[in-house]
């Protein structure tokens, strides 16, 4: 059948079960977007293309499948490189299509040209730059192969304008009901080598300090329940990092919470002390190891990735496993039931570890009636009214860190947030991205006042596009996270971090862009606004929580220090000796 | 003689790669970013015409050689890579040299050359090309041999390696 390049694009996005694509058009893609009309997939118009790439990145980390955006050339293309990298950090299944000037005019500054597969090799886990109408089908296909297979990651399709426009000769092209895939560079071995298994096993059953150090990679391989398996089986301990906070339950009796610069205190001290890591989907990223050659000194290290090169990248495992987390916890958990988790005496380390979770749980000073609203009390409060399976996607800066402290993960795939790149006006478009994929679940953004202002037109597109996300804005009047710094390591001297304590006006500035919104100063008002938003389906609400701004996060790894002297809260300074 | 310590020491690879447009260019890219350093990088097409060949010389002190192989097979359009022992490959450069020399000379050098094996490419008044082809410690050898002649001009190739025979028959 004759076709031409557009109607053969979007044939193959829904040839790949594609249901909705975030995006905004242009001259470059114009062709593309006249077959959308006719298309059954959901088009979100956004108002500006970062904001397409994070949607497409959150409903990619709710649902699982890979998020979709297109966009034009030039700036549009350059508006979405944030959200590749930051899906490239995270290894977040997206295919992010751009248009392309005509392939006549590439290389000579045409309009609205720039070269964005060169911009984006680097952060992207590939991209193609496609020159002839007839290999739109199989590198469609190609593109989702890579992104959603392996290690998950960002794939990027810049096509130029002729090969998609009708009125071109250059756009026709015989459309075939199968294609093939060619990648004769590309392959994905999951399989785990069951020697090392073995061995890890061996590992496992004589280690006295042994730590379950979970990574996003678990979320990937959607191994949660084998996690849960693998960790009542043995009953070791276990640290979900930034990226995996609701990979294994909050409330379990094994589950220490996160590690990492603002990691709990037992979770920080338990990997510091371990002997063992038994490391399953996580990479030893600097803000969890803090100095590396401090970090852990005494553990042997069992190191489970998908992707060989993360196997020794920072430190080299004892018992290296290439492959799938879930398969590799299965292997271990068979071969455990097979041969028992060994005779271990740990009930020292238990009483340990008991013991610091009764010195150092995380705390805060409550405040009085009058003074500003704590942050970590308005988590506490929205975590206890909402559901239990809310989907919460965060910014980055302070806030981010309370969310993820405070609140009670207790289901995969709740918590959306941008962890390798930590990029500031995240949380709004993943929000609106997790509630296109999940409309029958509740999503709030807790979000910072500095991110807001990065992202919060996306509102707009919410209320236009009927997806009723809540956000609850901490707003401290500051850049906090950098504020935070500031305190500690400069002396208190404030540069540039103080935003405004009445500009913009919040509540006015949401209602203007069709959302309900509320300003709540008063802690006693905090239940009542957070009861009324739940009750709004029928759009967003926001809610500005007017929050202390001379609140820290705590505790805290300084940065280039070791994790043996991570910083508590002053009321707990006298536990530490 | 490899007086350089094992984990330290120069890495050949032999980096087979689709024949695409800006393969090169993403190699490349990733060795800048992930900051491995490349000694020397040769490219051509192979025997095969989806295929090319690079033979890229790492310095091994940049990074552990496992990461910079398995970085680079991460990229999609690189098939197959090869990671040569020295004393288990044959490695070959090629030098293009103008040199001057006065015409009394021109018998001494000649004589070198050809002890060398090399050739006389071009002859002018007071100057002559000469090329020669050879693993890269000869053409070191070599290149300092002709500098106390004055070097006008030098041109090296990076260097192109193939796995000895008896290792690639097992
Ligand atoms: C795009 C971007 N710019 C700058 C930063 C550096 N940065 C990290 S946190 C932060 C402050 C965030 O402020 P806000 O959203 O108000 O959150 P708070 O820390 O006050 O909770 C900044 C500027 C960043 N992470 N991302
Ligand atoms: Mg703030």
């Avoid at chain 1, 006549?104 to 590939?126: L, M, N, P, R, Y």
Wanted: with cysteine; net charge negative; glycine share 8%.
């Amino acid at each position: 059948m004759k076709t031409d390049g557009g109607q053969a694009l979007i044939r193959s996005l829904e040839r790949e079960g594609v249901e909705v694509m975030f995006g905004l058009p242009g001259g470059a893609i114009l062709p593309v977007y006249d077959p959308i009309i006719d298309s059954k997939i959901r088009h979100i118009l956004v108002r500006h293309e970062q904001g397409a790439g994070h949607m497409a990145e959150g409903y990619a980390q709710a649902t699982g499948k890979p998020g979709v955006a297109m966009v034009t050339s030039g700036p549009a293309a350059t508006n979405i490189v944030t959200p590749l990298c930051d899906a490239y950090l995270d290894s977040i299944p997206m295919v992010v299509i751009t248009g392309q000037v005509p392939t006549a005019a590439i290389g000579t500054d045409a309009f609205q040209e720039c070269d964005t597969t060169g911009i984006t090799a680097s952060i992207t886990k590939h991209n193609f730059l496609v020159t002839e109408a007839q290999d739109i089908p199989q590198v469609i296909k190609e593109a989702f192969h890579i992104a959603t297979t392996g290690r998950p990651g960002p794939v990027l399709v810049d096509i130029p304008k002729d090969i998609v426009d009708p009125t071109n000769p250059r756009s026709s092209l015989e459309w075939e009901d199968n294609v093939e895939i060619d990648l004769p560079g590309y392959k994905v071995d999951t399989s785990v080598d069951p020697e090392a298994i073995q061995k890890a096993v061996e590992l496992i059953q004589n280690a006295e300090r042994p730590i379950l150090y979970i990574g996003g990679g678990i979320l990937k391989s959607r191994a949660a329940e084998s996690l849960l398996e693998l960790a009542e089986l043995t009953g070791i301990h276990v640290v979900t990092t930034l990226m995996a906070r609701g990979a294994f339950p909050d409330s379990h009796e094994l589950c220490l919470g996160m590690p990492g610069m603002h990691g709990n205190f037992t979770a920080v001290t338990a990997m510091q002390e371990s002997d063992l890591l038994i490391t399953l989907g996580a990479r030893f990223d600097d803000r969890v190891t803090g100095k590396l050659d401090e970090f852990a000194v005494s553990a042997k290290i069992i190191h489970v990735d998908i992707d060989p090169a993360e196997l020794g990248k920072v430190r080299r495992p004892d018992v290296p496993v290439q492959g799938d987390c879930r398969t590799a916890i299965e292997a271990m958990v068979s071969v455990l039931r097979d041969f028992g988790s060994g005779n271990t005496d740990r009930t020292a380390w238990k009483s340990r570890i008991s013991g610091w979770q009764e010195r150092f749980p995380l705390v805060y000073e409550p405040s009085t009636p009058g003074q500003a609203l704590k942050p970590q009390f308005v988590i506490e409060k929205l975590r206890d009214a909402t559901p239990a399976d809310t989907i919460v996607a965060s910014g980055v800066g302070q806030h981010q860190m309370w969310a993820s402290q405070y609140w009670t993960f207790n289901h995969p795939y709740t918590w959306i947030n941008s962890g390798g790149l930590g990029t500031m006006g995240f949380s709004i478009p993943a929000a609106i991205g997790a509630k296109v994929g999940c409309p029958e679940k509740m999503v709030w953004a807790v979000d910072g006042d500095g991110c807001f202002q990065m992202t919060a037109q996306e509102l707009v597109t919410a209320r236009v596009e009927n997806i009723p996300i809540k956000v609850a804005l901490l707003n401290n009047s500051y850049l906090g996270m950098v504020r935070q710094w500031q305190d500690m390591f400069y002396e208190e001297r404030h540069s540039e971090v103080f935003l405004s304590k009445e500009i913009p006006d919040y509540k006015g500035w949401a209602e203007s862009m069709g959302c309900f919104a509320m300003r709540v100063d008063d802690p006693d008002e905090v239940e009542e606004a957070i009861a009324q938003a739940n009750e709004i389906e029928d759009r967003p609400v926001v809610i500005d929580f007017r929050t202390a701004a001379e609140e820290k996060v705590y505790p805290m790894v300084a940065s280039g220090t070791g994790n043996s002297d991570v910083i508590v809260p002053p009321s707990q300074e006298k536990e530490i000796r | 003689m490899n007086t350089e310590s094992p984990g330290h020491r120069n890495h050949t690879l032999v980096v087979t790669v689709e024949n695409k447009s800006g393969v090169l260019a993403r190699v490349a890219s990733l060795f800048a970013r992930r900051a491995f350093n490349i000694r020397s990088l040769a490219v051509a097409p192979t025997e095969d015409e989806h295929l090319s060949r690079i033979t890229i010389v790492v310095d091994g002190e940049s990074a552990p050689i496992e990461q910079v192989v398995n970085q680079l097979d991460k990229l999609i359009n690189v098939v197959d890579i090869q990671d040569l022992q020295p004393g288990h490959a044959i490695e070959r450069e090629l030098m293009l040299v103008t040199v001057a020399v006065e015409p009394e000379h021109r018998d001494d050098i000649v004589e070198q050359l050809d002890r060398a094996g090399g050739k006389v490419m071009s002859v002018g008044a007071d100057s002559m090309m000469l090329s020669l082809v050879g693993d890269p410690e000869h053409i070191d050898t070599f290149e300092n041999l002709l500098r106390p002649f004055g070097i006008l001009e030098i041109q090296r190739t990076g260097r192109v390696a193939l796995a000895n025979l008896d290792e690639t028959i097992e």
